[in-house]
């Protein structure tokens, strides 16, 4: 009896992470509309958190791959503002928008574009 109840209970919280998913699928789309980088960030961080719980789920087996997409999409539109903060010396907008970064696992871009900031400010003194 206690078996069955504990796998009651675990059907009973997968199916409840499935719907928390498929709302937040349903949502994302509209956040990109909106802009708000951080509050998709947080929503790709859920989603990827939540995959385990649906893996296996027919409904669900493009999940990882759209996922996927919209982190892409996400850091395509973080890049450019944080190119230029770092230009720009803007450790506030820096610090922001790497966060951002960090949510959705794409730290590794994060290094990349201090560097490109950075090369262009040495190769002009190079030349000077």
């Known amino acids: 009896v206690d078996r069955v109840q504990t796998n009651m209970k675990s059907a ?5 992470e499935a719907a928390g998913m498929a709302q937040l699928l349903a949502t994302v789309e509209q956040t990109f509309k909106q802009g708000n980088l951080e509050t998709i960030g947080r929503q790709l961080k859920q989603i990827r958190e939540g995959l385990e719980s649906v893996r296996g789920v027919p409904e669900f087996s493009g999940v990882e ?40 696992n794409k730290s590794d871009i994060i290094g990349t574009l201090f560097v490109s900031a950075k090369m262009s400010v040495l190769q002009s003194s190079w030349e000077a």
């Open 65 to 104: 791959t759209k996922l996927r997409e919209f982190e892409e999409r996400l850091q395509a539109m973080v890049q450019s503002p944080l190119q230029k903060a770092f230009e720009d010396h803007d450790a506030e907008s820096v610090q922001h928008l790497s966060s951002i970064l960090v949510l959705v």
């Open 12 to 16: 009973r919280d997968a199916l409840g």
